[in-house]
């Protein structure tokens, strides 16, 4: 096929083309008739994609040619520690942590970020063994293509994208709440009510748009130019975040911890669900792989390093936001400046508002060279248009995949409010981290051609029993069935389920770096997530679910059909 042909450096191509061949270069495509004829197959081709697997080879040599140009291997672990830094800490801590304190969890917030800080830790345990192995800018993307198939990657791969949309409009529309409650006390002040619109939908926030415009400009200019920005500007970020944590335990009243369970032990789970968003910047930081100089050692310094940090520094600030201010006085948009006016600390209110804007335009910029980066790998695979794969030969940053990313997520962000843009962003996080750890599971357990057919099909039984053991104490907590019984039988199925895995052969050692305990943690991660999924509630679900539906008839009519020609590509040409 015309992508795959090497290209000589005399009759290399410009960047700036956009042409038919560039967006739709496979076979099924060329023609009317022909695209015709690939619908008409969509049955075998369907069977033979669903379970077909990828390689490394193929993720880190042949897939990285259809961009053309390289990424600049740039980055150390200092800079992955920073990038972890600037992009989670401020995409959640100061968006999400009014709304669910006040809503769902009061005083327990502090509980919610250490469950979901665990949660967390497990999946970067799991990414982190990935990134070492599988240095790509696919991320989570590759990870899954390889060990779970291209059906399976591409499920995730719109979640991933939905992950990145949304991820980056909530932070535009969080970065316009607090900006204007600096000039006004009233978070919408910027805001355009259209009454036509739907309540959630009718708050139009143009800043957000422009926020987002100028971030993603400036990540688009250079990968290494993002990281010192963001390195300098992070330590003014933990300065301002030390000051927060030290004044609100000195102006803190226990009395504001009574009641510390306002809305039971539920309410924890649910906000633990949400505030997850807090902690989903580390997944874009894994994306850097491929411009990472030694990933084998930055990789597992950098991740595990600042996320066991983060997690502890999130528990304090929470905890010190609900003894500064009673849960149900706390700001819902803009809780830790408006919370220092309420004590009558008013300078101190412009001076979180700063940082927390800092925090929110870091977190835009990591967000953004991550979502471009997942993005360039998805339409390497010609799962999406490959034009979106290549890479500027100047910047070495692949511009357009930039620029799909950012003009969408604009778009969300002007008409979207944040509770629902949050709930959807927690659901395909939460998602796809289950599948990384079941996909962790199948990497060692699973070689094709080594493994011992008895072996696999005792493999297959176990995980089958371990994700069905979680999925039930999910259902038995949101049906609110409290009894004991349900739970010790779900939790000793969970275990022996975890247990037979445990004392079969392992098939694949980590040759670099390797998550401890594997199946305990692993399989630990597993029913955290889908625990966590389930406290999302029945209307993230069906958000879910909606959003799966359209990516699966764009896969039926599209991204099947590409990956099909790609994978067959010799057989086409014969």
């Not at 696919?138 to 990657?153: H, I, K, P, Q």
């Not at 764009?554 to 790609?566: K, Q």
Request: hydrophobic share 50%.
């Amino acid at each position: 096929m015309a992508e795959e042909k090497p290209i000589s450096s005399t009759t290399k191509r410009s960047y700036w083309r956009w042409s038919k061949t560039d967006f739709f270069p496979e076979t099924s495509f060329q023609t009317l008739s022909s695209y015709k004829t690939a619908l008409s197959q969509t049955c075998p081709r369907l069977s033979d994609r669903l379970l077909a697997r990828s390689s490394s080879t193929d993720e880190l040599v042949t897939l990285q040619k259809v961009s053309e140009n390289p990424m600049q291997k740039c980055l150390t672990w200092w800079d992955l520690i920073w990038l972890s830094f600037g992009s989670v800490v401020g995409s959640g801590i100061f968006v999400i942590t009014g709304q669910e304190a006040h809503n769902n969890a009061g005083p327990a917030i502090v509980l919610s970020y250490a469950i979901s800080g665990l949660s967390a830790l497990l999946s970067v345990f799991c990414y982190t063994e990935f990134a070492a192995e599988i240095p790509v800018a696919g991320g989570s993307f590759s990870y899954l293509r390889v060990e779970l198939g291209d059906f399976v990657a591409f499920i995730a791969a719109g979640n991933i994208l939905l992950e990145a949309l949304v991820g980056a409009a909530g932070l535009g529309r969080s970065w316009s709440s607090y900006f204007a409650s600096m000039i006004k006390n009233d978070s919408d002040f910027l805001r355009i009510k259209v009454d036509s619109l739907p309540v959630g939908f009718n708050l139009l926030d143009p800043l957000a748009v422009v926020v987002l415009l100028v971030a993603n400009g400036i990540a688009m200019s250079g990968t290494k130019r993002t990281s010192w920005l963001n390195w300098i500007t992070s330590l003014v970020s933990g300065a301002v975040i030390v000051f927060v944590i030290v004044f609100g335990f000195i102006h803190a009243k226990t009395s504001n911890l009574d009641p510390f369970f306002p809305y039971g032990v539920e309410g924890v789970f649910r906000a633990a669900a949400v505030v997850y968003w807090s902690y989903t910047g580390f997944d874009m930081v894994a994306n850097m792989a491929e411009e990472t100089k030694k990933p084998s050692r930055d990789i597992p310094i950098g991740l595990v390093g600042s996320m066991s940090g983060i997690t502890v520094v999130y528990c304090l600030m929470a905890l010190a936001l609900t003894m500064m201010v009673k849960y149900t006085e706390i700001d819902v948009n803009a809780a830790y400046s408006v919370v220092f006016e309420q004590i009558g600390m008013n300078w101190a209110k412009y001076l979180v508002s700063i940082c927390a804007l800092k925090g929110m335009t870091t977190s835009l910029l990591v967000g953004s060279l991550g979502q471009a980066r997942y993005t360039t790998q998805i339409a390497r695979a010609h799962m999406i248009p490959p034009f979106f794969a290549l890479i500027h030969p100047k910047t070495g940053t692949p511009v357009y995949a930039t620029l799909l990313v950012t003009l969408i997520s604009a778009i969300v962000a002007l008409f979207s409010s944040l509770d629902v843009l949050s709930s959807v962003l927690s659901f395909s996080t939460l998602f796809i981290f289950m599948l990384i750890a079941v996909a962790l599971l199948v990497r060692r357990y699973y070689v094709k051609d080594v493994t011992p057919k008895n072996d696999l099909v005792k493999f297959l039984m176990c995980l089958f029993i371990t994700i069905g053991s979680s999925i039930g104490v999910s259902a038995l907590w949101n049906s609110n069935e409290r009894g004991w019984l349900g739970y010790t039988a779900a939790g000793l199925l969970w275990f022996f389920g975890t247990l037979g895995m445990a004392f079969l052969s392992k098939q694949r050692v980590p040759k670099v770096w390797g998550v401890p305990l594997v199946p305990w943690l692993p399989s630990l991660s597993i029913v955290m997530n889908l625990f966590l999924i389930g406290s999302l509630g029945l209307t993230a679900i069906l958000r879910f679910i909606i959003c799966s539906a359209v990516m699966i008839v764009y896969y039926l009519l599209v991204g099947l059909h590409a990956t099909y020609d790609v994978a067959h590509q010799n057989e086409l040409s014969a």
